[in-house]
T-cell receptor, first 113, second 112 residues
Framework: SQELEQSPQSLIVQEGKNLTINCTSSKTLYGLYWYKQKYGEGLIFLMMLQKGGEEKSHEKITAKLDEKKQQSSLHITASQPSHAGIYLCGARPTQGGSEKLVFGKGTKLTVNP | DTAVSQTPKYLVTQMGNDKSIKCEQNLGHDTMYWYKQDSKKFLKIMFSYNNKELIINETVPNRFSPKSPDKAHLNLHINSLELGDSAVYFC???????????FGPGTRLTVT
């Protein structure tokens, strides 16, 4: 079965610093999703990447998909306290639209003002 | 105008009891899901329904029984609750395959 490994497990940065979170899959990636979870709340969809080499940005968050490396990265520029939370990557384990998502164990981000 | 809603948000109960968690989505989606997030924040799929039909049933004890009365609702009933059932349960929905999933706020279940 497919497993997603996220690194680092936790990250503490000073406000204004850039940071990167990685998500590596044990198998081929068929779609990669990034979600953010604020403590005690639900998951907020950030971005979906489907093609190798694809890169998407929203405000100060950029996500890339390296299909050959079975890896995705999430980069936050000039971090703010509002970026704090748990970032989860999720992937479809099969091609052709599996209905389920397999998730990594999350990266806990703390941004100190 | 919440997209995916769950009730209750918190549920504290004793071992051996039976409880239900309700989920409703107003997005017109065909597919709904239940996920379980354990104490280590690991999120794992439990069930998935498409047009009221069960399409995914991961290795989940028979004590867990999902029910979808219509496309907009997917409820989760749990019999004979055990301590290990304590977790946050998330409902989600999507417009279909290859589409992003919208998550509800979660239900924190505590079994004492």
């Amino acid at each position: 079965s497919q497993e997603l490994e996220q690194s680092p497990q936790s990250l503490i940065v000073q406000e204004g610093k850039n940071l990167t979170i990685n998500c590596t899959s044990s198998k081929t990636l068929y779609g990669l999703y990034w979600y953010k979870q604020k403590y005690g709340e639900g998951l907020i969809f950030l971005m979906m990447l489907q093609k190798g080499g694809e890169e998407k940005s929203h405000e100060k968050i950029t996500a890339k998909l390296d299909e050959k490396k079975q890896q995705s990265s999430l980069h936050i520029t000039a971090s703010q306290p509002s970026h704090a939370g748990i970032y989860l990557c999720g992937a479809r384990p099969t091609q052709g639209g599996s209905e389920k998502l397999v998730f990594g164990k999350g990266t806990k981000l703390t941004v100190n003002p | 105008d919440t997209a995916v809603s769950q009730t209750p948000k918190y549920l504290v109960t004793q071992m051996g009891n039976d409880k239900s968690i309700k989920c409703e989505q107003n997005l017109g989606h065909d597919t709904m899901y239940w996920y379980k997030q354990d104490s280590k924040k690991f999120l794992k799929i439990m069930f998935s329904y498409n047009n009221k039909e069960l399409i995914i049933n991961e290795t989940v004890p028979n004590r867990f029984s999902p029910k979808s009365p219509d496309k907009a609702h997917l409820n989760l009933h749990i019999n004979s609750l055990e301590l290990g059932d304590s977790a946050v349960y998330f409902c989600a929905s999507s417009a279909g395959t290859n589409q992003k999933q919208y998550f509800g706020p979660g239900t924190r279940l505590t079994v004492t």
